[in-house]
């Protein structure tokens, strides 16, 4: 697969395949052990009621039928206390060969007719029925499913493996964590994915004991339960609680509210609204272009975008220069083969390398201004006047007025300055709903934003951005193309469940423009399923960036160090500080972190995870 054409999707596909090509041996050694126990105490009936008749029928020989037959013909004397003779001769029976004449009396008629009728049976019931299936995983693939679990310790439990789901075990798998997935259905439209990744699908409720301890519960680390139903994933929560009091659980949950109130019950980062993770996202979308990602944070939000540098552009220099510049942070390097580079503030940024940004919307669109070919050497060209950027359009359209939709006009009404919004909703919405947004400055409509007249009605020739986020992949794309058709220019901001789909959009309506809800939420249940800590998380295609806040007191490993230090030696960016109250985001390298500050740091989880393990260790 060319790495250059192919998606961070495809390409994490591809690298978990070559990684997880087959079990260890020691692992299916220890599964087909488990499968035979399973096995045995299913088939415990036939194969006991075949032991019992083959021994009775011995026993008979031994005591009784060959002791008469030596008083009577002198056949067999001497073999009466051999067992091994009676046993072969029952075996003999078995299948239908008479070791010896018919006997008179009614038990012995009994025994010789009864061992090689119901003793097939019995052998067809449970020997012959049991090899197959010990040999043959194909007939019961739930049963060896359940078997390959038991092998799993110190793993993640997902729950759910739809779009979210699958997303969560992917990143996962990534970072090297094992999993092992409950689904209702085995035919699932991800369960050949996970049979090729290796990860256990066991088929089942999981709000049922049973399901949960199949899936390894008391050995695993943490459980997540992202089931597209708010009372199923509780549910799942509190029944895996129930047995593991202490299991780290991490529910995806649709309501905002339930969030908030289930945090303040079981604990905080165990709940995480899927529209509250993309709504951030969509709303800075919608405002600014070529936006990644986005982090809510109390002192405004803080985006991802990626740049590619243009040839002697005010972009290309050292790291250090241009994150002082423009109040950025330069998160990864990579150059134009996508090979990454290691960034320090003395790394050189050159021409048609890739670099992740991370700062404010103003800051990134200034970055975005800048990057123009040749504008390093604008100073040598007298006839050279200075960009002026044309005022652009300042309407904000926005299609839905569900969830995600409302979600996205609360973050715009506070943004300075504030776009003009205009919302267009169903015309059964109801009339509090459409005051409410009135009350706030915004203009609503009613009606069906495929319709050309309803995006006219809304001023569509003179808006900015069109942000379709209803809750039907179809129809987002449906209002993207009509918006596209009235006014070929305007910024489109689309929404889409599927993560492949939004892939695919992407290249038709532009960089960046098609976000799927389960690639902004999935990054944050996988994050917050491997630490209690984690606030928020983003996929960057290799690595999961996470961030966490930390409150640094006389012990800690992080006091008394620059905020340049923290980064370079620990690979911890300090993207928040709190100091006597005052909050800073990103503030400067020379900056010293003191006892008693808190501070917000974004880096992988590996990083994370060494902060903890340093911590734990000097505890």
Same mark, same amino acid.
């Given at each position: ?177 094992? #999993? ?53 994933? #509780? ?58 990602? #986005? ?325």
């Amino acid at each position: 697969m060319s790495t250059l054409n192919a998606s961070e999707d495809e390409i994490r596909l591809e690298r978990l395949r070559q990684r997880r090509r087959s079990y260890s041996l020691w692992r299916l050694l220890r599964a087909n052990f488990y499968d035979l126990r399973m096995l045995l105490r299913q088939a415990w009936v036939p194969l006991a009621s075949l032991v019992v008749l083959l021994l009775a029928s011995a026993l008979y020989l031994r005591l009784d039928y060959f002791p008469r037959l030596c008083v009577e013909s002198g056949a067999f004397c001497g073999v009466d206390g051999d067992f091994a003779t009676s046993l072969y001769a029952t075996l003999l029976l078995l299948v239908f060969e008479a070791p010896t004449d018919f006997p008179n009396d009614l038990g012995g008629r009994l025994i010789f007719f009864g061992v090689p009728l119901f003793g097939l049976f019995f052998l067809l019931q449970s020997v012959v029925d049991f090899a197959q299936r010990l040999f043959d995983k194909g007939l019961r693939r739930e049963g060896w499913q359940t078997a390959l679990a038991s092998t799993f310790s110190g793993h993640v439990i997902v729950c759910g493996i739809g779009r979210v789901g699958y997303r969560t075990v992917l990143q996962l798998l990534d970072v090297g964590y094992d #999993v092992v997935a409950i689904d209702h259905d085995m035919g699932s439209e991800f369960a050949i994915t996970m049979s090729r990744l290796k990860v256990p699908l066991i088929v089942g409720d999981a709000r049922e004991p049973e399901v949960l301890t199949q899936a390894g519960l008391a050995r695993a680390h943490s459980l997540i339960a992202a089931i597209n139903d708010d009372l199923l994933n #509780v549910e799942i929560a509190l029944a895996a609680r129930r047995k593991c009091p202490g299991l780290q659980t991490v529910m995806r949950i649709f309501n905002r509210q339930l969030d908030q109130h289930l945090e303040l019950t079981i604990g905080r980062n165990t709940a995480f609204s899927s529209s509250a993770l993309a709504a951030p996202t969509l709303a800075a979308a919608a405002v600014s272009e070529a936006i990644m990602h #986005v982090f809510h944070l109390p002192g405004g939000p803080l985006a991802l975008s990626e740049v590619t540098v243009a040839g002697e552009s005010d972009l290309t220099g050292f790291v250090g220069a241009i994150e002082q510049a423009y109040g950025v942070r330069v998160l990864r390097l990579r150059d134009a083969k996508r090979y990454e580079r290691r960034c320090t503030f003395m790394t050189r940024i050159e021409g048609n390398d890739r670099i992740l940004l991370l700062g404010s919307l103003d800051a990134l669109e200034r970055v975005r201004l800048a990057n123009r070919t040749d504008s390093k050497l604008s100073f040598l060209s007298a006839q050279m006047q200075p960009v002026h950027d044309e005022p652009r359009p300042n309407t904000v359209i926005v299609c839905g007025m569900g969830k995600v939709g409302s979600a996205i006009i609360r973050l715009l009404l506070p943004m300075k300055p504030r776009p003009n919004l205009v919302a267009i909703c169903k015309p059964d919405t109801p009339r509090w709903q459409i005051e409410d947004l009135e009350a706030g400055g915004v203009r609503v409509l009613r009606g069906d934003a495929r319709e050309a007249a309803v995006l006219e009605k809304a001023g569509i020739a003179d808006a900015y951005a069109v942000a379709a986020v209803v809750g039907d992949d179809l129809a987002n794309l449906q209002i993207g193309m009509v918006a596209r058709s009235l006014r070929p220019e305007v910024h489109l901001v689309l929404r889409v469940f599927s993560d492949v789909l939004a892939e695919r959009l992407s290249g038709l309506f532009g960089i960046n423009t098609v976000y799927s809800t389960s690639a902004l939420a999935a990054p944050t249940l996988a994050a917050a399923a491997i630490s209690r800590e984690i606030d928020h998380a983003v996929d960057l295609g290799e690595r999961i960036f996470a961030s966490q806040t930390i409150v640094i007191d006389a012990d800690s490993t992080l006091g008394q160090r620059t905020i340049g230090a923290i980064r370079e030696q620990d690979n911890l960016l300090v993207i928040a500080l709190q100091h006597n109250g005052q909050l800073t985001q990103l503030p400067t390298p020379e900056r010293s972190v003191v006892p008693g500050d808190e501070i917000m740091v974004l880096a992988d989880l590996k990083a994370l995870h060494r902060l903890h393990t340093d911590k734990k260790r000097k505890g």
